[in-house]
């Protein structure tokens, strides 16, 4: 009897173990099974977000229309606008757009609306970002900093133009004379010289002008109207970039420099002009004998020669000069000043061509001196 029970007993503890296990399958079953969906949901999210990364940052997408390719599907979408038809015209110049909202900002150039108007002081403006670079003139604001000097600017654009003070870089090319420029508006005006368009007279005088500010400084010569002042002197001048050049003769700041004689100067023209010394350029030549010269100023000069003009006055006496550098040494016959010494003897000279001239006198003193040195 007590066998019997015994049996009973490791027959159902067998049993129950045996149910057990089968759960435990069961569930470890159901387990794996879930950690495979989960697998799969997670290859498939992967791969999907793969192919979002993917489609986001395509390399080297060209355009259908030009061929170009861009790095990124945001320049790539910029350059299909700008080469996409302009459908939507303007009915009172033809100009045309690709949107209804740059169409409209269009318009206000023509009805003269602003709705746009400075907090500070009341000046109105047709675009929103005109007014933020604006405000920047009363807050003094200049977010875009040049990382080679120590210049601000209150606009990405001027930053843009100055580095190309930096780097030499001269992207706008004139398709007349091939001569390139820094920035777009230096090659409009200068397109101008090829055209002779100089649409801004003076109504004082017969001369006229490729740009607006050029007259507006022009016409100060007839007012004497010189409203910039320089803070350390107090010399005034009838243009701004004129008395910045002057600054830089207090300060010494000589920000342009020449890659080949490493020379420095203050003025990004005088840069150009120099450099023509180590190229031969003569892009100005002389209509009646074809001479050619370095600058612009120097032919002015020539053409004079032949027409017999002496613009240049002088005040004492009843001489004319062709150029205001010949009547300043005129000038110094009357008021006795002889700036250029000799470093040799005392004698000194109203120009530096004939102290050069008296130098070759003393030219064998100069070997002599130079022979200890050889």
Do not use: W
């Not at 159901?30 to 390399?59: A, P, V």
């Not at 091939?178 to 109504?203: N, Q, V, W």
Request: aromatic share 8%; glycine share 6%.
């Amino acid at each position: 009897m007590l066998k019997s029970q015994q049996c009973c007993g490791k027959r159902e503890n067998k049993a129950i173990t045996l149910i057990f296990r089968d759960n435990n399958q069961e569930e470890l079953g159901s387990n794996k099974d879930e950690e495979l969906k989960r697998k799969k949901r997670r290859e498939k999210n992967k791969d999907h977000s793969e192919g979002s990364k993917l489609k986001r940052h395509k390399t080297n997408k060209p355009c259908e229309a030009c061929g170009k390719c861009f790095t990124k599907c945001r320049c790539l979408t910029n350059q299909i606008r700008k080469n996409r038809e302009k459908s939507l015209l303007c009915v009172l110049c033809g100009k045309g757009f690709h949107s209804p909202s740059n169409l409209s900002i269009h318009m206000r150039a023509h009805t003269g609306e602003k709705p746009f108007s400075c907090p500070t002081c009341a000046k109105g403006f047709y675009h929103k970002g005109h007014l933020s670079v604006h405000i920047r003139t009363h807050t003094g604001e200049k977010p875009y900093a040049c990382e080679m000097c120590d210049k601000s600017f209150s606009v990405g654009s001027r930053l843009a133009s100055h580095m190309r003070t930096h780097t030499g870089e001269k992207p706008f090319y004139c398709s007349t004379c091939a001569k390139g420029f820094s920035t777009k508006g230096y090659l409009s005006r200068h397109i101008r010289t090829h055209m002779e368009d100089k649409p801004y007279a003076c109504e004082m005088c017969d001369k006229s002008f490729s740009l607006g500010s050029y007259l507006a400084g022009h016409m100060r010569t007839h007012t004497v109207k010189k409203p910039f002042s320089c803070p350390t002197c107090a010399k005034e001048f009838s243009r701004k970039d004129h008395l910045i050049m002057h600054i830089r003769t207090h300060t010494g700041e000589k920000p342009y420099h020449c890659n080949v004689c490493d020379k420095y100067f203050s003025n990004g023209s005088y840069l150009a002009v120099h450099m023509r010394t180590h190229t031969g350029e003569k892009p100005f030549s002389c209509p009646t004998c074809a001479k050619g010269f370095s600058t612009k100023g120097n032919l002015i000069i020539h053409v004079r020669t032949h027409t017999g003009e002496k613009p240049y006055h002088c005040k004492v006496c009843d001489k004319s000069f062709a150029s205001s550098h010949s009547r300043l040494i005129h000038m110094r016959t009357h008021t006795g000043e002889k700036p250029y010494h000799c470093q040799v003897c005392d004698k000194s000279f109203t120009a530096s061509t004939n102290m050069i001239k008296h130098m070759r006198t003393h030219r064998n003193f100069i070997i002599n001196l130079k022979e200890p040195n050889t």
